[in-house]
């Protein structure tokens, strides 16, 4: 069965350090990759994806995630995280043309002024 | 624009009760999720609905039933609650498939005592 492994499930940093947020899928197949961040009290919001094409993407807020296709991953990066970063953030993968949108566990980002 | 909506947004049941949980939205999109979110858990897809008319079981469709009931509406049921089914509910739809964004609704707290 597909399956998307987030690695981090907890992570706290302090302002202005440097994030790198991991996600591995189980498919061999064409896929398509989104992160969604859902800040406190909220409903997930898209803060990028890849379809096809570079596999380095910028999305909202200065965040970035990189394809490597060998490794199964879509890892998600922000070079200096900010307080209003505190969030929580998935890794979601729809595996081929199956209209299955699949997410990992979460990983939930603490940020120290 | 409303986007995606929910109703309700709280509800606590006895082990046992019924309970139909509704969906709407209003961005003529075509396809429909139904989400659980439970912590440490992600969000775990229990069913979904590709284009109107068709439904499938995602992750976790054990003790529940959903409803295409037309392109804006996708309703989720809970024949007889039991209290592993507290959890935080989402719906989500996207234009088609996992081919565009997602949105997803506020989300429905169910308590099962």
């Known amino acids: 069965a597909q399956s998307v492994s987030q690695h981090n499930h907890h992570v706290i940093l302090s302002e202005a350090a440097s994030l790198e947020l991991g996600c591995n899928y189980s498919?061999?197949?064409?896929?398509?990759l989104f992160w969604y961040v859902q800040y406190p009290g909220q409903h997930l919001q898209l803060l990028l994806k890849y379809f096809s094409g570079d596999p380095l993407v910028k999305g909202i807020k200065g965040f970035e995630a990189e394809f490597i296709k060998s490794k199964f991953s879509f890892n998600l990066r922000k070079p200096s995280v900010q307080w209003s970063d505190t969030a929580e953030y998935f890794c979601a993968v729809l595996p081929g043309n199956t209209g299955k949108l699949i997410f990992g566990q979460g990983t939930t980002l603490q940020v120290k002024p | 624009n409303a986007g995606v909506t929910q109703t309700p947004k709280f509800q606590v049941l006895k082990t046992g009760q019924s309970m139909t949980l509704q969906c709407a939205q209003d961005m003529n999109h075509n396809s429909m999720y139904w989400y659980r979110q439970d912590p440490g858990m992600g969000l775990r897809l229990i069913y979904y609905?590709?284009?109107?008319?068709?439904?499938d079981k995602g992750e976790v469709p054990n003790g529940y039933n959903v409803s295409r009931l037309n392109k804006r509406e996708f309703s989720l049921r809970l024949e007889s609650a039991a209290p592993s089914q507290t959890s935080v509910y989402f719906c989500?739809?996207?234009?088609?498939?996992?081919?565009?964004?997602?949105?997803f609704g506020q989300g429905t707290r169910l308590t099962v005592v």
């Open positions: 989500a739809s996207s234009e088609r498939g996992g081919w565009t964004e997602a949105f």
């Open positions: 609905s590709a284009s109107e008319g068709t439904t």
């Open positions: 498919y061999g197949g064409t896929v398509n």
